[in-house]
């Protein structure tokens, strides 16, 4: 069975740093590419980052891309999103997902087998 627990979120101020975590467990997690997704009140959920098995790739939407950084840690099962500069615009509830058998990372939302319960993040201007 597999387990994906975001931790990390929280209430900041615009301009201030989150870095969200997210622990994998019942899967061989180096073999599988991770995502992170958001969703905000009212809207559909959306694509943030993702990594390649190896972290050798990543990929950004472009409304993060330079502000936010995504790494893992294949040892210890854990992937991270570090947030800077954090925007009123990226308040939504984060969740990092595992990809399914066979796929590549992606920023489809379909692509995506399991995910974690979420993250609250609440950025203040």
């Known amino acids: 069975q597999v387990q994906l627990v975001e931790t990390g979120g929280g209430l900041v101020q615009a301009g201030d740093s989150l870095r969200l975590s997210c622990a994998a467990s019942?899967?061989?997690?180096?073999?599988?590419?991770m995502g992170w997704f958001r969703q905000a009140p009212g809207k559909e959920r959306e694509f943030v980052a993702a990594?390649?098995?190896?972290?050798?790739?990543?990929d950004y939407a472009d409304s993060v891309k330079g502000r936010f950084t995504v790494s893992r840690d294949n040892a210890n099962n854990a992937v991270h999103l570090r947030m800077n500069s954090l925007k009123p615009d990226d308040t939504a509830v984060y969740y990092c997902?595992?990809?399914?058998?066979?796929?590549?990372?992606?920023?489809?939302?379909?692509?995506?087998?399991?995910w974690g319960q979420g993250t609250q993040v609440t950025v203040s201007s």
């Open positions: 997902a595992v990809v399914r058998r066979g796929a590549s990372m992606s920023r489809r939302s379909t692509n995506y087998e399991y």
């Open positions: 990594i390649s098995r190896s972290a050798g790739i990543t």
């Open positions: 019942g899967r061989t997690f180096s073999h599988y590419a």
